[in-house]
């Protein structure tokens, strides 16, 4: 009895973990670039009170055995990095990666960090920023006199300028893919950090040779959370604990 109560126990422990996930996804239904984590499960050790295989009698084994379980337990929530919707906006500096590949974006200790977020801004000296105000990198600058600007597919970053006929380059955005994005570790703020299980990034520009997505301009992808889903989910796991 005591060892079923704890074997309970850690199931509850285990769909607790699920519902704290469901919550964090459902949270982040509207935020731009959010990839949702799905909960996975392992079964706990056994206690055998009979092997199977066992010896049976002479010539016979035990064909089932007699094992018990103690329980459950979280084992991971893998990151799902499926396309999100795209939302048309106003704004010339809003991007959608279409397909794999993620921004680069430097933080304020200067390490590089990785984002499916495309909400970009200006700067007061004009360098391409996130709302939280981490330059793209390689950083582009547009001066504060260009009149519009210009993303194409290949991320060439051009503007015009009063007077003259030709565009003007400002820069290449370069996006970074990984061969396992899912082991990357999530900071915050729609950025995401290298570990050994995502790998090293692979650097280029988008529609490249490696397998990198394109950019489009004047929209934001959103969050791939399906709140009908999550909501499915909940009440499974509700009833399981």
Not at 13 to 26: G, M, R, Y
């Amino acid at each position: 009895m005591i060892r079923a109560l704890f074997s309970a126990g850690s199931g509850m422990s285990a769909q607790q973990t699920n519902v704290d996930n469901i919550a964090h996804n459902l949270a982040n239904a509207n935020t731009v670039g959010f990839k949702m984590r799905r909960a996975q499960f392992q079964d706990l050790l056994y206690q055998n009170l009979i092997q199977p295989g066992a010896a049976a009698g002479a010539q016979t084994v035990v064909p089932t055995g007699l094992q018990i379980g103690l329980g459950a337990r979280a084992s991971s929530n893998e990151i799902i990095f499926t396309q999100g919707s795209f939302m048309q906006t106003s704004n010339p500096l809003d991007l959608v990666i279409e397909g794999r590949g993620f921004f680069q974006v430097r933080r304020p200790t200067g390490e590089i960090a990785y984002t499916r977020s495309g909400q970009f801004q200006l700067n007061r000296d004009g360098i391409v920023v996130t709302p939280s105000g981490d330059p793209l990198e390689p950083q582009i600058t547009v001066p504060p006199e260009a009149q519009s600007i210009t993303i194409a597919n290949d991320g060439t970053v051009s503007f015009m300028q009063a007077g003259q006929a030709a565009a003007q380059l400002a820069g290449q955005i370069q996006l970074a893919s990984f061969v396992n994005p899912a082991g990357m570790n999530m900071i915050g703020k729609n950025l995401f950090l290298p570990t050994d299980a995502s790998g090293e990034p692979v650097i280029g520009n988008p529609g490249g040779q490696e397998g990198i997505g394109t950019l489009l301009q004047g929209f934001v992808e959103q969050s791939n959370v399906s709140v009908v889903e999550e909501f499915i989910n909940l009440i499974m796991s509700q009833r399981a604990y």
